[in-house]
């Protein structure tokens, strides 16, 4: 299932403006040069850039690393390489709310827009109980939900680019195999918690897959979205929490406000308890270039090992995925070594 956010009309008229002011210079994607292809988010980039073979186009993603997903304006810039895109990746479930609008335009002009979690049956979504009616749009906590989109990329490039077939399919089949291979080492991570401290607490509600998939409970002092604000019930509840269980840390998110939480350390602090505040996690966005966090798979297992260290797990399958990868731990990508040296990313010089 797809869902897609309409925006008001006080937000959608001033791009509307903006959108016809373009229109003129817009030109029609040329099937004789390289594509332009544009995704949303750094988690979608990722899965779409391995998937598309170098000769074929270029993979820009609009949302920088470390930027707020849910929060995010789209610029001039972004309405011309969206509106100029032979295509178009986002997450959907409506992640990318305020750009909605634009993609549903380039698809109604011919850019093909796809939202890769559309594919997922609808009873492995999940729904929160605030009563907003909306979905977690947080799949790729979930490494086995993430790993399922690769279906619907895959098909949508073999449709635009029939000759390529072959390359598209072999790189699929290798991506899918490396994804499994995470989602088992951050399953026998996260199994390694001891039971008192397997609780994890985090700035906003994103690890919701993350929880179900891997069997850890989750609180957090913010909902699914990150636009209002922690209230005093809110960093209260937590603190009875944290001091019932004697967690040793929570941890702040690298695209979210730590301020609610620095709140909750110094209620727990005040009752006589200590608190670590750990961190970042990376939930929204991918880490700057150069961190170990910056692909997906690089995200999920620095989550992975943060989580699992500060809260008395082990990280040797971390090592057995260093070990097997040919990586050093301290390698700024932990990437797919089975891709081809084109978009190897595994294995970076410093």
Not at 71 to 100: C, Q, W
Not at 269 to 292: F, M, N, Q, V
Not at 294 to 303: A, I, K, P, R, S
Request: hydrophobic share 40%; aromatic share 6%; with cysteine.
């Amino acid at each position: 299932m797809s869902v897609r956010s309409t925006l008001s009309r006080r937000e959608f008229f001033p791009w509307l403006a903006v959108l016809s002011g373009c229109s003129t210079g817009m030109s029609s994607p040329s099937l004789n040069r390289p594509a332009s292809i544009v995704a949303s988010t750094g988690m979608v980039g990722d899965l779409v850039r391995e998937l598309v073979p170098p000769s074929l186009g270029e993979v820009t993603t609009l949302i920088r690393p470390g930027v707020d997903p849910h929060l995010y304006r789209p610029t001039r810039a972004d309405l011309l390489k969206v509106l100029n895109a032979r295509l178009i990746f986002s997450s959907g479930l409506h992640l990318e709310g305020r750009m909605d609008a634009l993609f549903e335009r380039a698809d109604r002009q011919g850019r093909p827009s796809i939202a890769i979690t559309s594919d997922i049956p609808e009873d492995l979504i999940i729904y929160p109980d605030d009563h907003s009616g909306r979905p977690d749009p947080h799949v790729w906590m979930d490494v086995s939900l993430w790993r399922a989109t690769l279906g619907l990329i895959s098909r949508t490039l073999k449709d635009v680019f029939p000759e390529a077939q072959d390359e598209i399919a072999r790189r699929e089949a290798q991506l899918s195999d490396v994804l499994a291979r995470l989602d088992k080492t951050v399953e026998e991570m996260v199994a390694s918690i001891p039971e008192p401290q397997r609780l994890l607490v985090t700035s906003h509600d994103a690890f919701a897959y993350f929880s179900r998939r891997y069997h850890i409970p989750v609180e957090s002092i913010q909902g699914v979205t990150t636009d209002s604000e922690p209230g005093v019930a809110d960093i209260d509840r937590l603190v009875d929490i944290i001091c019932s269980r004697k967690l040793p840390a929570i941890f702040t998110e690298s695209s979210v406000n730590d301020r609610g939480l620095r709140a909750v350390v110094e209620g727990v602090k005040a009752r006589g308890h200590d608190l670590i505040l750990a961190g970042p996690l990376y939930t929204d966005a991918l880490g700057e270039p150069g961190s170990p966090a910056d692909t997906y798979v690089g995200m999920m297992l620095e989550n992975a090992r943060q989580i699992v260290s500060i809260l008395g797990g082990s990280t040797a399958p971390l090592d057995r995925w260093t070990e097997s990868s040919g990586n050093t731990h301290s390698s700024s990508r932990y990437l797919f070594k089975s891709l081809s040296p084109a978009v190897k990313m595994c294995e970076v010089d410093h």
